[in-house]
């Protein structure tokens, strides 16, 4: 077992990919990710990391070359942000059809207008649908562990598909926190290189990659990627329970805090979760029974484990640093309460957008949100709708 | 991953367990079969034999390569692929090629 060190969420990430050993990175610098990249560079120039760093003029290229690289076989990391990740937009989506094991660090960011460098998740909601595995780290570890481990996920036979680690831009991009990362040779053995696929570029196997998809064929191609998709939830447990025999740390694709007994539950993703801990301790000494729920893997969604953790809840208040403008709640919101609608007696569910923009979601924010998820199930409302938690009036 | 060749993939219909990962084309060389020449709109080129001086200008400007040139140096159209789009009239300096009625 390596030795702790004090790392940077945005270095975890580095190393990570270092660990995996990539073949090759394709990237263009864009705060608050830079220094992913940037570390990355350094490696492959000091000789430390033997890959190809491909510095690109554009995010568009930089998904593009990753693509390129990624049906020839290589393993591939990228990193990007807010602005970048949405001139990458139409190019995620032919990562993912193409069925293409690519890992991407997103230290998440918002989108303009107006101009801001801070996170939030608005950047990688917007790409919500373009077929990614969606992983969200709450702390520089999580960042290294999800990180190193989603090569593994990606590259299951079963999977192949691309994986999006999401680190809160700063708050979490920029935490220096002690961590425990893999050695070299744990490493390798963890993950061996790549497996290269049968149909992977070669000069003496052309194969068509993107061809014109007939509507008599699209809709296939279609779920079978939706299909590949789904199983991810399976091959990331057993992904995550080997990683846990080796390192001790035991991930899953939710996590609960305090939800034995809870009458409320904070349902949240990324760095603020830590925030969401310390609302539940709070609110318990205060004799409210308040537990937490953070989604560590926002796709595939995981609804039936969602709908297992809430099933005693009277409450739940989804805190999200995203919003969907002119839909019935924020995208995360939407995604519990659609879970729990089959089930035939339901949590009241309110969702609150918070944390926008770079601004923090405090813990008394958190308890806010709980307390007022709370007050609506006790007024027997079941939809508690959406509310802009921290907007000034 | 049973069909191989695009263009058997709209007869074939295949299920979603049956298309290629990613419906990838593992065949190459296959475009052969698409019978693009059913594209034409009514024109088709035509090349008068004793006008031509076979200086393959049309061979190369032909964006579906289907000048064929025959085993004794003869410029043909090949009509199962030649979309009627008219470009080796406009380019031939000799004015050997004519678009014609389809069906003149």
């Known amino acids: 077992m390596a030795k702790r060190i004090a790392l940077e969420g945005c270095h975890a990430a580095s190393l990570a990919a270092k660990l995996a050993n990539v073949d090759v990175i394709a990237a263009y610098p864009i705060t608050p990710q830079t220094q992913i990249v940037e570390r990355l560079a350094q490696y492959v120039a000091d000789g430390e990391l033997d890959a190809e760093f491909i510095g690109v003029e554009s995010e568009h290229s930089a998904m593009s070359a990753c693509i390129a690289a990624s049906a020839a076989g290589a393993r591939v990391f990228t990193a990007t942000a807010g602005q970048g990740l949405a001139l990458m937009h139409e190019v995620l989506y032919i990562a993912a059809g193409s069925r293409l094991p690519i890992v991407m660090a997103v230290a998440n960011r918002s989108l303009s207008p107006n101009l801001n460098i801070w996170g939030d998740h608005t950047d990688i909601m917007g790409s919500r649908d373009a077929g990614w595995v969606q992983l969200f780290a709450e702390s520089v570890q999580e960042v290294f562990d999800l990180t190193f481990t989603a090569f593994k996920i990606a590259e299951d036979e079963e999977v192949m598909l691309p994986v999006a680690v999401n680190l809160d831009g700063f708050h979490l991009s920029h935490l220096v926190e002690a961590v425990e990362p893999l050695d070299p040779e744990e490493a390798s053995r963890f993950l061996p290189p790549r497996r290269v696929p049968s149909y992977a570029l070669h000069p003496r196997r052309p194969v068509t990659w993107g061809a014109v998809s007939v509507p008599e064929v699209h809709t296939e191609l279609k779920y079978q990627l939706e299909v590949a998709l789904r199983r991810v939830k399976e091959v990331a447990r057993r992904v995550w329970k080997d990683y846990g025999e080796l390192t001790g740390r035991l991930y899953d694709l939710v996590e609960a805090y305090r939800m034995e007994g809870a009458e409320v539950a904070l349902v949240m993703m990324g760095c603020f979760c830590g925030n969401a801990r310390e609302a ?25 484990e969602v709908v297992e953790a809430l099933k005693e809840v009277k409450a739940v208040a989804v805190v999200e640093r995203a919003f969907s403008p002119g839909a019935t709640a924020g995208p995360l919101t939407s995604d519990v309460k659609s879970s729990l609608y089959s089930q035939p007696s339901r949590p009241s569910v309110s969702g609150f957008a918070a944390g926008i923009g770079g601004r923090e979601i405090g813990v008394e924010d958190a308890a806010d949100a709980a307390l007022r998820a709370l007050r609506a199930a006790e007024q027997g409302v079941l939809d508690g709708g959406f509310t802009y938690l921290q907007v000034r009036g | 991953m049973k069909p191989r060749r695009w263009l058997k993939l709209a007869d074939e219909k295949p299920s979603w367990r049956e298309l290629p990962i990613a419906a990838l084309v593992l065949e190459p060389g296959n475009m052969v079969e698409a019978r693009t020449g059913e594209w034409r709109m009514g024109l088709k080129p035509s090349i008068d034999g004793s006008r031509c001086q076979r200086c393959y200008i049309c061979w190369a400007f032909c964006p579906d390569a289907s000048i064929i040139i025959g085993g004794d140096g003869s410029f043909s159209v090949d009509y199962a692929h030649c979309k009627g789009c008219g470009i080796c009239a406009k380019v031939c300096p000799y004015k050997a090629i004519e678009m014609v009625e389809e069906h003149g």
Do not use: C, S, T
Request: glycine share 8%.
């Open chain 1, 280 to 304: 539940v301790d709070r609110l318990r000494r205060r004799g409210v029974k308040a537990g937490l729920l953070k989604i560590r893997m926002y796709r595939p969604f995981p609804a039936e």
